[in-house]
């Protein structure tokens, strides 16, 4: 439960909300191609069976190549979806496995439909199938430049022999090329522009939520230390005291001679003495331990413990190691110390929080009274 440390600044952001967008945008093109490869498990062994099996049973032998080569493209196609839908079950890093895959096996698929779009020209002039698949990647992965553009780049040169060595009437033949290759170049701008679209979206969003994270942090943190402040430790504390019947030791810490300090070294030195007495505290405590800057220099840590035994113990522990580090400056090395008030909270809930904190407030005034550096218990 130690409060986090302030906000990373300079260079890390950018490069996190970066990854963090490259990861939402793998995620969302394994489930879309999971979904087309699970249609295609489907689907495919039907147009086999009432398609390309009927066609080779008929006796025209010289479209029975076309058919087998119907065949074995619509069979590579099924064997593509079932290896795929076994790896996504098995693999153990699908994310990692399965992103590199995406653009490669996107492509693959992309040059068998381009060549069933060949066959079909021996036939006919359409070149729907062609069209309809480039526009479904397009949309359907999200794709920068030029990665879209080396994906989509096979299938169109795959397209384009299809036309040439198939489509035997001249006039289909360049009506297929202009239409194949504007729809081509159409598809690299729309999926560029939906790529930058949610890029540019999920980036406003990340930054919204950033936002409202730092205006969240600010309101409960102390801005010099990183500590919680008063209102957030209050908090805090009353979700501590909720999880069970244990004590909660309250801990007032005050560092001795702090004004002195300010006036003889500057506030600056005051500043970091300050931080890194908030950084002490909260290396010292345990996990679950709250630590607050209180006002001044003065800090609150709360937390659950057996006894009021432990809790003098773990006070002792942060003053001694305060009293042995030594504070360099420019005017050379300093010593601090620091004065803590210790009561318990013990769950009675006739007795608020005004009245262990002021406990606490006079057990550290006993510290005071006694000659600073040292640890006091509250008179129960």
């Known amino acids: 439960m130690k409060n986090k440390l302030p906000f990373t600044t300079g260079n890390t952001l950018p490069e996190a909300t970066r990854l963090l967008i490259e990861q939402n945008t793998n995620e969302i093109n394994i489930k879309r191609i999971n979904y087309f490869f699970f249609w295609m498990l489907l689907i495919e062994p039907l147009i086999i069976l009432f398609f390309d099996v009927k066609g080779l049973m008929t006796q025209d032998t010289q479209k029975e190549w076309i058919y087998l080569s119907y065949f074995v493209l619509h069979l590579t196609l099924w064997l593509i979806s079932l290896g795929w839908n076994l790896m996504r079950k098995t693999i153990k890093n699908k994310c990692g496995a399965m992103n590199a895959l995406i653009p490669v096996v996107a492509a693959v698929v992309l040059v068998l439909l381009s060549l069933i779009n060949g066959l079909d020209q021996i036939s006919g002039n359409g070149i729907t199938v062609y069209i309809a ?10 794709m920068p430049f030029p990665t879209n553009l080396m994906v989509l780049l096979p299938s169109y040169a795959v397209f384009i022999c299809g036309i040439l060595l198939f489509q035997a009437d001249s006039f289909a033949r360049w009506n297929s090329l202009i239409n194949g290759s504007i729809f081509f170049l159409a598809v690299v701008v729309i999926s560029s522009y939906l790529y930058k679209y949610y890029f540019d979206n999920m980036l406003h969003t990340l930054e919204l939520k950033l936002a409202n994270e730092k205006l969240n942090y600010i309101s409960t943190h102390d801005g010099l230390t990183g500590l919680y402040n008063r209102l957030e430790f209050e908090h805090q504390l009353a979700t501590l005291n909720q999880q069970d019947e244990n004590k909660i030791a309250l801990l007032l810490l005050d560092i001795d001679y702090f004004k002195q300090i ?3 070294y500057g506030h600056l030195v ?5 931080i890194h007495i908030a950084q002490m505290i909260a290396q010292a405590v345990p996990d679950n331990f709250i630590v607050s800057r209180w006002g001044g220099e003065e800090f609150l840590v709360a937390g659950q413990v057996e006894s009021l035994d432990q809790a003098l113990r773990l006070a002792e522990m942060i003053r001694g190691q305060i009293a042995n580090e030594y504070y360099p400056t ?3 090395l300093i010593t601090i110390t620091a004065s803590l008030g210790v009561s318990l909270i013990t769950g009675d809930c006739i007795k608020t929080f005004d009245h262990y904190f002021k406990q606490a407030d006079d057990a550290l005034y006993l510290a005071k009274e006694h000659g600073r550096n040292r640890v006091e218990k509250s008179v129960l």
Do not use: P, R, T
């Open 270 to 274: 005051g500043d970091q003495v300050l």
């Open 133 to 142: 698949y480039i526009l479904m990647a397009s949309v359907a992965l999200l």
């Open 262 to 264: 300010n006036d003889h």
């Open 330 to 332: 420019e005017q050379g």
